[in-house]
């Protein structure tokens, strides 16, 4: 079955960086978008952007070009989302999910990143 | 790219139908048929329920539908169940390789 994992929570201090990843597996790696969504803490679901896994590239919500980026490994199955520059409102519950052309329809477990000082 | 448009709450006694309302612009909502809805219980992945406006995934019941006038998608809970009470979250492909989520509405079963 589809499968998407994430790895653990992070604490990080501002204007550090956090790296999240995201293991898929139960589908070809390279048939869907995979894209990330956030929900901070008491609000709703925000879009990143999301990575093409076949050529690697990339399309970022306005509010995060230039301090997100997207890669993925495809001898792994595993995506990347990198937020560099990051303060105490990018604390957030980080989320992949797989997308098709009109929904998400497989979403991993969360990420929570922390920052705080 | 602003964020469609959804009451905060709703709430029904079960067995009742509750529509939940999620309004955005001809430039999303209005210009494709990619609305879908998310239910989404605290502390778990967000799990689609509805896709391309009124298509129910495999496992969803059809208890659940979707619709879509103009600048407004909608999703009806017939038959309310205790389970339901859930946080609902609609999202709409917004041109330019974008998407957008509403700001979610928390579905009571009273």
């Known amino acids: 079955q589809v499968q998407l994992v994430q790895s653990g929570a992070e604490v990080k201090n501002p204007g550090a960086s956090v790296k999240v990843s995201c293991k898929t597996s139960?589908?070809?790696?390279?048939?869907?978008?995979i894209h990330w969504v956030r929900q901070a803490p008491g609000q709703g679901l925000e879009w990143m952007g999301r990575?093409?896994?076949?050529?690697?590239?990339?399309n970022f919500a306005q509010k995060f070009q230039g301090s997100v980026t997207m890669t993925r490994d495809t001898s792994i199955n595993t995506m990347y989302m990198e937020h560099s520059s990051l303060s105490s409102d990018d604390t957030a519950l980080y989320y992949c999910?797989?997308?098709?052309?009109?929904?998400?329809?497989?979403w991993g477990q969360g990420t929570l990143v922390t920052v705080s000082s | 790219q602003s964020a469609l448009t959804q009451p905060p709450s709703a709430s029904g006694s079960p067995g009742q139908s509750v529509t939940i309302s999620c309004t955005g612009t001809?430039?999303?909502?209005?210009?494709?048929?990619?609305v879908s809805w998310y239910q989404h219980h605290p502390g778990r992945a967000p799990k689609l329920m509805i896709s391309?406006?009124?298509k129910r995934p495999s496992g969803v019941p059809d208890r659940f539908s979707g619709s879509k006038s103009g600048n407004t998608a909608s999703l009806t809970v017939s038959g309310l169940q205790a389970e339901d009470e859930a946080d609902y979250y609609c999202s709409s492909y917004a041109g330019s390789k974008n998407w957008v989520f509403g700001g979610g509405t928390k579905l009571t079963v009273l």
């Open positions: 999910a797989r997308g098709n052309n009109y929904a998400f329809d497989s």
């Open positions: 139960g589908y070809t790696f390279t048939a869907y978008f």
């Open positions: 990575i093409n896994p076949g050529n690697g590239d990339t």
């Open positions: 391309e406006v009124n």
């Open positions: 001809s430039s999303d909502v209005g210009g494709y048929n990619s």
